[in-house]
């Protein structure tokens, strides 16, 4: 019997301790993550909206080709991308290719009625008063802490309310 045991013994070979990588692996993994979800936010959330940028940048220098001296240029989005900006004496929209859809004299302008309009028959203070494109034509768009208000440029009827 003891010859088995010591045949036992001999045959039976030490465990090879395996091998552990420990932090080193953790550390490069943890930098693969990170160069993972860097290129992921660069392609998916930047990519877009560098996209929209050059979009709008381009629409811009259209519009500036097009109306010599034009200012104030903004976007504004509402049934869809419009652009507005005025010169010394007329107001302009366009649409999202630079092509103008209307246009105002700066004399029509009038602010102070569209928040008296506002107020009286909508009970509605006005914080600010801005031009927008509505569906169809020119609005004034009217703001208050709880809501929004559009009137249409020339008619002050209510294109929209929320």
Same mark, same amino acid.
Request: proline share 0%; aromatic share 0%.
């Given at each position: 019997m003891q010859n088995f045991l010591l045949k036992r013994k001999k045959t039976h070979r030490k465990k090879k301790k395996k091998k552990v990588y420990g932090w080193p692996l953790t550390a490069a993994l943890l930098a693969f993550f990170i160069l993972v979800f860097s290129v992921m936010w660069a392609l998916l959330i930047s990519g877009p909206s560098r996209l929209h940028e050059e979009k709008q940048a381009q629409t811009i220098r259209v519009i500036e080709e097009n109306v010599q001296g034009i200012q104030g240029i903004e976007e504004n989005i509402f049934e869809y991308v419009t652009y507005q900006g005025y010169t010394a004496d007329t107001l302009y929209w366009f649409d999202q #290719?630079?092509?103008?859809? #209307?246009?105002?004299s700066m004399d029509t302008l009038d602010y102070n009625k569209a928040r008296q309009m506002a107020l009286d028959t909508y009970q509605m203070e006005a914080e600010s008063v801005e031009l927008a494109f509505g569906y169809t034509s020119p609005v004034y768009e009217i703001k208050s802490r709880d809501r929004l208000l559009m009137l249409d440029y020339d008619t002050f009827e209510k294109v929209y309310e929320r």
């Open positions: #290719t630079g092509q103008v859809i #209307t246009e105002r």
